[in-house]
């Protein structure tokens, strides 16, 4: 009923060479991340690296950077974060990523509390939670994270092949590997930290780009049975993302709405969530009608099939 944009009659699928280059770009550098934080490099969170995090609070104020300073010495590779909007005044989360034993792990725990509590020895800090992870726990959360977005990509290709056809699942899945990638590539680049936040959000914006996707194929489905004639089925698929476009951008400006808000409002700890679904929010509108028609015209020129009507 809310229209942001009337009846348009845009060329998408004349412009589906150039959004093939931009994606391969996008698609060559999510490569390169996936192989790089396969292989254990990258900026890993504790989940995946191992190591420690700690969550406290001072019971005075404390400058973060008088924090930083108080574990240069014994824990250069420290990374604090301060949650000022947390219930509790002048909490932060201390990570500590350095793959070692478990029982080295629960050592290092006790010397991080340790270094805190002497340099702030007027001011006590009172530890709410603490979690240590060895490697090879990180290393089999590495491995199983990438099972989890794998086997969602399966499970798209059986969806949409019973509700389309086999060649709409296999065009919907390379749609949503190429949103997956895209995000992934994008976060590796700008130094996002790769933990199991993340990974759900990977999974989230997955599930995001199938559902604008099959809009989309809905159309196509619906105008497949007006355009009869093979020449009028690239007409048919682009008058179907015209027609939905509106569509599109009102889900997605109002999805941006919401991700936004936890962005800006949510805190430190769903910041880098809320910047991942951002990304993703993006790129899955991009590919929805970009990717994923287009390919479905390619695989048609190539091998001439019928959308199930």
């Keep these: 009923m809310f229209r ?38 990258g900026n890993l969170g504790i989940d995946f690296a191992g190591g420690n995090m700690i969550y406290g609070y001072f ?7 008088d924090v930083r300073n108080s574990l240069t010495a014994d824990f250069p590779d420290a990374e604090i974060t301060e949650l000022s909007d947390f219930e509790e005044a002048n909490a932060f989360i201390i990570k500590v990523k350095q793959p070692e034993t478990e029982q080295e792990g629960r050592d290092r725990a006790i010397q991080l509390r340790q270094a805190i509590a002497g340099a702030f020895a007027e001011n006590p800090f009172t530890v709410e939670s ?17 099972y989890a977005v794998l086997l969602s990509l399966f499970g798209i290709i059986v969806y949409i092949s019973l509700r389309f056809d086999f060649r709409s699942g296999v065009a919907a899945t390379i749609a949503t590997f190429h949103d997956v990638l895209a995000v992934l590539g994008i ?39 007006k355009y009869r004639s093979k020449g009028e089925f690239v007409a048919a698929i682009n008058n179907s993302i015209n027609e939905v476009l509106s569509r599109t951008v009102n889900t997605s400006l109002t999805t941006l709405l919401v991700v936004g ?25 991009y590919s929805s009608v970009f990717v994923a028609s287009p390919i479905v015209v390619e695989w048609e020129a190539r091998f001439p099939q019928r959308f199930k009507t």
Excluded: C, W
């Excluded at 194929?217 to 105008?223: H, P, Q, S």
């Design 130 to 146: 603490e979690h240590v992870i060895g490697p090879s726990v990180g290393e089999t959360l590495r491995k199983d994270a990438m």
């Design 187 to 225: 976060t590796f680049i700008i130094g996002i930290e790769f933990d199991l936040l993340l990974i759900t959000a990977l999974l989230t914006l997955a599930g995001y780009s199938l559902t604008d996707t099959v809009v989309v194929y809905d159309r196509i489905r619906e105008n497949l049975k």
């Design 59 to 65: 019971e005075q104020p404390v400058p973060i950077q």
């Design 4 to 41: 942001l944009i009337g009846e348009t009659n845009i060329n998408f699928i004349g412009a589906r060479k150039m959004a093939f280059f931009v994606s391969l770009a996008l698609v060559g550098l999510g490569v390169f991340a996936l192989v790089m934080i396969t292989t254990g490099q």
């Design 261 to 285: 808000t936890l962005f800006f409002l949510g805190g430190e700890v769903l910041r880098t969530f809320a910047l991942a679904l951002i990304m993703g929010v993006l790129v899955g509108t």
